[in-house]
């Protein structure tokens, strides 16, 4: 029996991909989370960049906890299974009035992970809307194969190599994936997005959750990590991670060091970079 989500809504996830919006964080939590990723940033130099960025779980106590609540993972086990590993954290943050971007792309086609089941979850930390730069996304386009792409390494492409589908995406049936603060948008695999800069006065941010079954394999590094965050891992082909006990605890930065510098030659592998490019 489903925890959260009605039958309903798990055939669209199956049809189109993508499930929005869903309330996850009340909008006061959602604005205490990003009061204290800002109150991070200005210790440490303005906007979050590099390494930072992603397997944040290891490094902020608040994330560690969002990516083992219950309203989370009863959403993302209803859509996987019981069985559940969180692989990543990411932050996608979009400064005012910048030229940032991400390009069309099929996140499947980069991480090296052999499931079709991996499930993001978006969260809001600001309004996504049409001028902050929402992300646009191409439902139903999961369900088809893994696009060619091209790495543009274009300097204000958000993603790691610029990577961009290579052929023709029909944007006529791009659905703008707009978000209040504190909602979320649940996605699958391989389906096609994107989003424009950020034209609005507010930061766009976002802090996305990934979540694979334990079966799956990382087939491009010898050697993967990932949070154990609900159920039973009958298959060990992740390393389980530490769970802080405070931010930057030292023992979970120790392991951040060593699965995001792996993940990085996942991200980057055949392109000759070894450091992030934001
Ligand atoms: O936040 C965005 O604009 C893009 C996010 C994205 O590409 C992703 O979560 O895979």
């Avoid at 809001?124 to 646009?136: D, F, I, N, Q, V």
Wanted: proline share 6%; hydrophobic share 40%; glycine share 6%.
């Amino acid at each position: 029996m489903s925890k959260r989500l009605t039958a309903d809504l798990i055939a669209r996830y199956d049809q189109d991909g993508v499930i929005f919006p869903r309330r996850l964080l009340s909008a006061a939590d959602a604005a205490g989370y990003r009061r204290q990723l800002e109150a991070f940033e200005a210790a440490h130099g303005g906007a979050l960049k590099g390494a930072y960025r992603f397997k944040s779980h290891l490094l902020f106590k608040w994330l560690a906890d969002l990516v083992r609540a219950p309203e989370v993972l009863d959403l993302v086990e209803d859509l996987i299974g019981p069985d559940i590993l969180c692989w990543n954290t990411n932050w996608f943050i979009k400064e005012p009035r910048t030229p940032n971007f991400v390009s069309w792309h099929q996140d499947n086609n980069y991480w090296g992970l052999d499931t079709r089941k991996l499930v993001s979850v978006w969260i809001a930390l600001s309004p996504a809307t049409r001028a902050s730069g929402c992300m646009r996304l191409i439902p139903g386009s999961h369900r088809g194969p893994t696009l060619p792409h091209v790495d543009t390494f274009h300097a204000d492409n958000m993603l790691t190599r610029g990577q961009e589908i290579a052929v023709t995406v029909d944007e006529a049936k791009a659905v703008d994936i707009t978000l209040e603060t504190g909602e979320a948008a649940v996605f699958a695999f391989g389906i096609a997005h994107s989003s424009p800069p950020n034209q609005s006065d507010d930061r766009r941010i976002a802090i996305v959750l990934r979540y694979i079954p334990p079966e799956t394999r990382q087939t491009v590094a010898a050697w993967d990590s990932a949070a154990l965050v609900r159920g039973t891992d009958r298959f060990g082909h992740f390393t389980h991670e530490p769970v802080p006990t405070r931010d930057f605890d030292p023992v979970a930065v120790a392991f951040h060091l060593r699965a995001e510098e792996q993940q990085r030659q996942v991200y980057y592998q055949g392109t000759g970079l070894k450091g992030h490019r934001t």
